[in-house]
């Protein structure tokens, strides 16, 4: 099932934006709360720990996977990374084990030097590896990805020297928006399941 398309996305938000945690959030609950409460959430969170501007969807990941919820899996943190090596065997794990799985797909990218800093929410995949030219299978029906540097002109190397701290601060953005919303959507839908 498709979700209907939205006005709300795509969105491009700066970090620093005052409200970004609730506009995500917003954003991100109008989107969920369109799915059918028996498909399972798949968050693949892809990067590695080994770069500092790739470390997004890893740090994303670890702090997912720090709540527990069993409303949501979590694929990919900085112990575990989901990379170029080990996504197609993640992707099919996920079509075995999940039921009807739902997957958000979140990931470090590179864009314009006015666009770094900026969080994107968008309908359909991430295409993980294209900002380093390398073709790899494209992840999610919903994604999340955040500019932490300029591309066009030796990626690996602009990877390497990003700001942690951008990272940081995106990934705390990512991650909370992700939960919030993961969490009151799905418990309305259980509520909501109880009265019936």
Known sequence: MKLAA??????????????VQSVLTDRLTSQLSQLPGERQLAVVCIGTDRSTGDALGPLVGSSLSRSRSPLFRVYGTLEHPVHALNLQETLDQIERTLTRPYIIGIDACLGQVSSIGCIQLG???????????????P???LHMTGIVNVGGFMEYFVLQNTRLHLVMQMADLIAGSLLHSILSVRR??????TQE
């Open 123 to 137: 309908h359909g995949p991430v295409r993980p590896g294209a900002g380093v030219n390398k073709e790899l299978p």
């Open 6 to 19: 939205s006005q709300d996305l795509p969105l491009k938000i700066a970090y620093t934006e005052p409200n």
């Open 188 to 193: 309305t839908s259980m509520a909501a399941a």
């Open 139 to 141: 992840v999610g029906e």
